[in-house]
């Protein structure tokens, strides 16, 4: 999952990105309104985190062009503007929701969490076939065997698995679990696939990736026998 | 008496225990309504004692003609005496038949006189006609002509009584002669019951007018109370409606409406503070806060660490020196502070800022230029004014480029000691000049960050130089530089 973080407090903007990344995020930061309204337009984020008061265009400016633009995109608050109209107002800009600063880390990643959360489903859990992942814990369970993935791998098959039954192009991939740093080489991409499909295999989950050629990859439900 | 005197104080505590709650308008008819009755009834009874004196004069001059008349058949000419016996034969019947005037007389007694002459101990020798079995009431004892009104047969008379008075100065007997009053009675009591019905009515009425008209004209106050009961610190923006006259009222909503507008910036002003003083402290404590939580979440090397608590540690710096800042701020606002003034020696304090701020230049390889060319002498408090100095030249310092200088002048102009402090720094856009000395003002936000300061310091000298009724000035020239300068108080 790439995030988008506007925030121009360095000693916030680092924190987030850390302890994000951390959390298997691909995470980019814009320490000003214009630049994060030019990365959020030309990029596809699975959510941005804005701070109302950065210099140049507002936090809330940009929500608002972003939401003028067409995009859905989860937006989230990061702001120390505290009072109920400030709340108010933000969340009426098209934030879908708002943390005051200063916050807990770990409320920030449930409310991240909220906002991936899949429309038809009560809880964060992600599961295609026998497989079952929890992106709270970071584990991924094939019926009860626990597989350990590293924190790209695990990217890798929690972008797959939240968009099964549907192809994923290369490009796609790359924008989602990579973060705007990385060299746009997409055959980075066959490598973890690679590594992905040898864990879940030796956890007799295999076969749950496939391979589109030319396009790229898709986990399918299996068919019910 | 005592009972009346309590009567009195009881109405005179209801009067003010009503009063305060009357409500302007009905206080204003009140009083109004009260002065009026004054007057009214003052001229009603002007009014009625003149038609009375005028009535009771047309009937005592025709008395008086009818005496004259009478005499002169008595031949009594001018002011002779006048006995009984001159009287005796004078015929005192009015002209005419005696029978007709009898029977006259026993209808109505329109236009007549009834003339009656008693003696002196009071016995009737002679009486008119018209009198028939009747007399006219007489008192004795008076020696001059007495006009009176009286009775006869129930009807009131006016009457004269003239004594009659012989040679030797001895009243013989009295001369009485009445004339009917009824139509003049008549009038007169009419004009009584007109005026005192009308008396109460005309109140009642201008009252009621008052009251109208005196609503009418508070009416633009009672908008002012309205609007004024909606105010809230929420709607401060709302303003009265000024009225179309340019009168009191105007006046008085023009004075609510200028304290509003100041109010609302006060208002403003201060939830701008704590807004701007929640931001400042709030980001440091969210990178802080933050930093830490994620740094405890997995083990880390040991420069991780270190790194992660140096910065948080830098934070926390600066954070204490925020609260160091405004707390400052506060206790000069709070104006408990009694700057100690004193005559002091302005160049060595100059010289001692200098002294302490050139570590600051030195890492930026700015110079210090000081010019003194006045008395070297002030009125301040040497405390305070170290703090002002520091303060503007360490802002100095902070926005001018490397290798610039900085100048700073002690002088004496107009009998007043001056000092201003000149950077070659970036300047203050003209616009924003006035912002300068408010609080967590910066001239560029983006700026702020890598010069670290929160925008106090400013607000800090302006305070600290009021107290001491020093005058702080600033002008700038964009990216020439700034120069503030600081006009100290004759001594």
């Known amino acids: 999952m790439r995030l988008l973080i506007i925030e121009d407090e360095p000693g916030i903007a680092g924190f987030l990105k850390d302890g994000l990344e951390e959390e298997y995020f691909a995470v980019d930061i814009a320490s000003d309104g214009r630049s994060g309204l030019d990365l959020a337009m030309t990029n596809e984020y699975d959510l941005l985190i804005i701070d109302w008061m950065v210099p140049g265009i507002s936090g809330i400016e940009v929500c608002r062009q972003v939401r003028k633009a067409g995009s859905l995109v989860p937006v989230l608050f990061l702001t120390a503007k505290d009072t109920l109209e400030d709340v108010v107002f933000g969340l009426d800009a098209g934030a879908n929701d708002y943390i005051k600063k200063p916050f807990a880390f770990e409320e920030l990643l449930a409310r991240i969490r909220v906002q991936l959360r899949d429309k038809n489903q009560g809880d964060d859990s992600l599961s295609a076939g026998d497989l079952s992942i929890n992106p709270a814990t970071h584990q991924v369970f094939c019926n009860v065997n626990e597989i350990t993935l590293t924190p790209k791998e695990f990217a890798l098959l929690e972008y797959l698995v939240r968009n099964k039954d549907r192809v994923c192009t290369r490009s796609r991939i790359i924008e989602h679990v990579w973060d705007i740093h990385f060299d746009s080489d997409t055959s980075v991409i066959d490598v973890y696939i690679t590594f992905l499909r040898k864990k879940l295999e030796s956890a007799g989950c295999g076969n749950m990736i496939q391979t589109i050629r030319g396009v790229g990859y898709i986990v399918r439900e299996p068919e019910m026998r | ?113 009834f003339i009656q002459i008693v003696n002196n101990k009071g016995q009737i020798i002679r009486k008119s006609l018209n009198l028939s079995r009747n007399i006219l009431a007489f008192e004795p004892g008076h020696s001059e002509t007495v006009y009176s009104n009286s009775r006869f047969r129930g009807a009131p008379v006016r009457q004269v009584q003239l004594p009659l008075v012989n040679r030797n100065g001895i009243t013989e007997g009295y001369l009485l002669v009445a004339v009917p009053l009824k139509d003049a009675i008549n009038v007169l009591l009419d004009l009584q019951k007109v005026l005192l019905l009308s008396f109460p009515l005309i109140i ?288």
């Open chain 2, 204 to 491: 009642l009425t201008l009252f009621i007018l008052t009251r109208s008209i005196a609503g009418r004209s508070i009416r633009p106050i009672e908008k002012v109370i309205a609007t004024a009961e909606k105010m809230t610190q929420a709607n401060l923006d709302q303003r009265i409606a000024m009225p179309h006259h340019h009168d009191e009222l105007y006046r008085l909503s023009a004075t609510i409406n200028d304290l509003l507008d100041r109010m609302h910036e006060a208002f403003q002003r201060e939830k701008q503070f704590t807004a701007d003083a929640s931001h400042e402290l709030k980001t440091p404590l969210a990178a802080v806060k933050g930093t830490l939580e994620v740094l405890v979440r997995k083990p880390r090397e040991r420069e991780h660490y270190e790194t992660k608590v140096q910065f948080c540690l830098k934070e926390l710096n600066r954070m204490a020196s925020l609260i160091d800042q405004l707390l400052m701020l506060a206790r000069y606002e709070s104006s408990r502070m009694n700057p100690k003034i004193e005559e002091i020696d302005l160049s060595q304090h100059l010289d001692d800022v200098v002294e302490r701020m050139r570590p600051l230049a030195d890492e930026k390889e700015i110079s210090f230029n000081v010019e003194k060319t006045g008395k070297g002498r002030a009125a301040a408090d040497p405390a305070m004014l170290e703090m002002i100095l520091e303060n503007i030249i360490s802002n100095a310092v902070k926005y001018s480029p490397a290798g610039s200088s900085i100048t700073i002048a002690e002088k004496h102009q107009d009998h007043l000691s001056m000092c201003s402090i000149t950077d070659q720094g970036i300047g203050i856009p003209e616009e924003q000049l006035h912002a300068v000395f408010e609080r967590f003002y910066r001239v560029d936000e983006s700026r702020s960050l890598s010069t670290g300061g929160f925008g106090l310091g400013l607000s800090i000298v302006k305070k600290l130089a009021d107290l001491q009724k020093i005058t702080v000035s600033v002008k700038s020239a964009k990216n020439k530089g700034t120069t503030f300068e600081l006009t100290f108080p004759s001594a």
């Open chain 2, 1 to 113: 008496m005592k009972r009346e005197e309590v009567k009195r104080t009881a109405m005179n505590m209801a009067f003010r225990k009503i009063m305060p709650m009357m409500s302007l308008r009905n206080r204003i008819a009140f009083y109004y309504t009260v002065a009026t009755a004054f007057l009214i009834a003052l001229v009603f009874t002007i009014i009625y004692f003149m038609v009375d004196h005028v009535v009771y004069r047309q009937f005592d001059e025709e008395l008086e003609s009818e005496i004259t008349e009478i005499l002169r058949d008595a031949h009594v000419i001018n002011h002779d005496f006048i006995g009984l016996s001159r009287l005796m034969n004078v015929d005192i019947d009015d002209k005419g038949d005696e029978d007709e005037e009898h029977e006259k007389n026993e209808q109505a007694e329109v236009d007549i006189e």
